[in-house]
């Protein structure tokens, strides 16, 4: 499977935005799918997963106010909303997909956990 994610862009700090990560060549039912992103200078950081089913989901604490992470699996498709944007959510942001199942939060958020990961979308936040 490859993965794409796509929907970023220039915003404005306060503003939503919804990135979506799209799959071809196979599905990703079988998958945990994770967001991570990473900012200039910095090192990539992970965001959020969502279970195979799309009926868990984890997002980091200090996210988890303003971002959300759904899936579409009939789709192939997995969305991050983010709200209320801030200068420091510019990064660009990596969709990624773990084969294994096990849904353990030190596993999910390990990027050595994720064996695809799609090319970035920047996402860039004007104060």
């Known amino acids: 499977v490859q993965l794409q994610a796509s929907g970023g862009g220039l915003v404005q700090a306060g503003d939503s935005l919804t990135l979506s990560c799209t799959a071809s060549?196979?599905?990703?039912?079988?998958?945990?799918m994770g967001w991570f992103r990473q900012a200039p200078g910095r090192e990539r950081e992970f965001v959020g997963a969502?279970?195979?089913?799309?009926?868990?989901?984890y997002v980091m604490n200090a996210l988890r106010d303003r971002f959300t992470i759904s899936r579409d699996n009939t789709r192939g498709t997995v969305q991050l909303r983010v709200s209320s944007m801030k200068v420091q959510d510019t990064a660009v942001y990596y969709c990624?997909?773990?084969?294994?199942?096990?849904?353990?939060?030190?596993?999910?958020?390990?990027?050595?956990?994720?064996?695809?990961w799609g090319q970035g979308t920047q996402v860039t936040v004007s104060s």
């Open positions: 990624a997909a773990d084969p294994d199942s096990r849904w353990t939060t030190i596993r999910i958020l390990n990027p050595v956990a994720y064996d695809t």
């Open positions: 060549g196979g599905t990703i039912s079988s998958f945990i």
């Open positions: 969502v279970d195979r089913s799309g009926g868990s989901t």
